[in-house]
T-cell receptor, first 114, second 111 residues
Framework: GAGVSQSPSNKVTEKGKDVELRCDPI?????LYWYRQRLGQGLEFLIY????????KSGLPSDRFSAERTGESVSTLTIQRTQQEDSAVYLC????????????FGQGTRLTVV | TQLLEQSPQFLSIQEGENLTVYCNSS?????LQWYRQEPGEGPVLLVT?????EVKKLKRLTFQFGDARKDSSLHITAAQPGDTGLYLC???????????FGKGTLLTVNP
C-alpha cells in the first residue's frame, strides 16, 4: 500500500510477556518515528530513526523498550516483560527529511496488557 | 522539558463558539505544522507554515506562524461538532528537519 502500515492493529498480551510491534513506512522516507498515546492523551515521543544515523532513543521510558530499523525500511518496537502501564496505542510515522516535510502516520497498534 | 508546549491541554466548547489554541517554544523552527487526529485514526496534516508571520486559512481555520518562528496559533471560527479531535503542532529543526510534536489540545465541540 501507499501509506504507513502497522501490525498488528490490536494486541492483547499477558503481563510479563514480550511483544513486538511492526511498522512499514512509506517507501523512500528516511525518517521514522515511534510515539505512544494513552487514552485521551497526546503523543509521547519514544524514538526517532534518520537514515543510517544513530537513533534518538531519548524518549524510551525504560530499558524494557527497544526498537530497530533496517536501513530505511521496516521498524520493530519491542516491549519486554510488559506491564499494565504499557497499555496504549503505539503510533508510527515516517517522512522525508526536507523543509516543510509532512509526517504520515499509521493507524497504530492498540496494546492491552492484562 | 517539552520542546513544544501546547495550550490549553483540553478544551470543551459549544457549537458556534470561536476558539484559539497555542503552540509555543523557546526554539526556532524551520517550519511548523498542525495536525488533527480523530478517534481511532492517526494524525493527519492540516497545514504547514514556513515563513515567520505567515498566516494561512483553511475554511474556518486560521493558522499563524510567529514572526520569530518560535510559536504558532490555530483559530477556529464558529466551531462545529465535526471539529472535535486532538490538534497537534509539530516543528521541524536541524539539518534533517526532525519533527518534534507537542502533546496536543483535545477539543470537544458540543452540539
Amino acid at each position: 500500500g501507499a501509506g504507513v502500515s502497522q501490525s498488528p492493529s490490536n494486541k492483547v498480551t499477558e503481563k510479563g510477556k514480550d511483544v513486538e510491534l511492526r511498522c512499514d513506512p512509506i517507501s523512500g522516507h528516511t525518517a521514522l518515528y515511534w510515539y505512544r498515546q494513552r487514552l485521551g492523551q497526546g503523543l509521547e515521543f519514544l524514538i526517532y530513526f534518520q537514515g543510517n544515523s544513530a537513533p534518538d532513543k531519548s524518549g524510551l521510558p525504560s530499558d524494557r523498550f527497544s526498537a530497530e530499523r533496517t536501513g530505511e525500511s521496516v521498524s520493530t518496537l519491542t516491549i519486554q516483560r510488559t506491564q499494565q502501564e504499557d497499555s496504549a496505542v503505539y503510533l508510527c510515522a515516517s517522512s522525508f527529511s526536507q523543509v516543510g516535510t509532512e509526517a504520515f502516520f499509521g493507524q497504530g497498534t492498540r496494546l492491552t496488557v492484562v | 522539558t517539552q520542546l513544544l508546549e501546547q495550550s490549553p491541554q483540553f478544551l470543551s466548547i459549544q457549537e458556534g463558539e470561536n476558539l484559539t489554541v497555542y503552540c509555543n517554544s523557546s526554539s526556532v523552527f524551520s517550519s511548523l505544522q498542525w495536525y488533527r487526529q480523530e478517534p481511532g485514526e492517526g494524525p493527519v496534516l492540516l497545514v504547514t507554515v514556513v515563513t515567520g508571520g505567515e498566516v494561512k486559512k483553511l475554511k474556518r481555520l486560521t493558522f499563524q506562524f510567529g514572526d520569530a518562528r518560535k510559536d504558532s496559533s490555530l483559530h477556529i471560527t464558529a466551531a462545529q461538532p465535526g471539529d472535535t479531535g486532538l490538534y497537534l503542532c509539530a516543528g521541524a529543526r536541524g539539518s534533517n528537519y526532525k519533527l518534534t510534536f507537542g502533546k496536543g489540545t483535545l477539543l470537544t465541540v458540543n452540539p
